[in-house]
């Protein structure tokens, strides 16, 4: 019943920028902690970012601290993934996320994500 749906990607050129954006429906949005996954070919799905229900609180992967920002906005159930100076290694497709019970505080882990969106494809070129 849950569906998330990304947008927002596509090809950009290395130091450019991005906006991903995910609709959220099917579930109380404010309830949930949301986050952001990529994953490229034979590797493993790796954590980008994570937010409370409220948006106060933020976590990031060490490595993309500073260069990605999550926010969110609970009027609209919306969540998204700024990211800038683009390097050629975030090539990837990146998935939103929710997490799987409400209420719940702190980082979003893989398995804690109870819904996955489809994916949204950022090609970051040199």
């Known amino acids: 019943q849950v569906q998330l749906v990304e947008s927002g990607g596509g090809l950009v050129q290395a130091g450019g920028s991005l906006r991903l954006s995910c609709a959220a429906s099917?579930?109380?949005?404010?309830?949930?902690?949301m986050g952001w996954f990529r994953q490229t070919p034979g590797k493993e799905r790796e954590f980008v970012a994570s937010i409370s229900r409220s948006g106060v609180s933020t976590n990031y992967a060490e490595s993309l601290k500073g260069r990605f920002t999550i926010s969110r906005d609970n009027a609209k159930n919306a969540v998204y993934l700024q990211i800038n100076s683009l390097k050629p290694e975030d090539t990837a497709v990146y998935y939103c996320a929710s997490d799987s019970k409400p209420w719940r505080t702190g980082l979003l882990t893989a398995t804690r994500v109870g819904s996955w969106g489809q994916g949204t494809q950022v090609t970051v070129s040199s």
């Open positions: 099917g579930l109380t949005f404010s309830a949930y902690v």
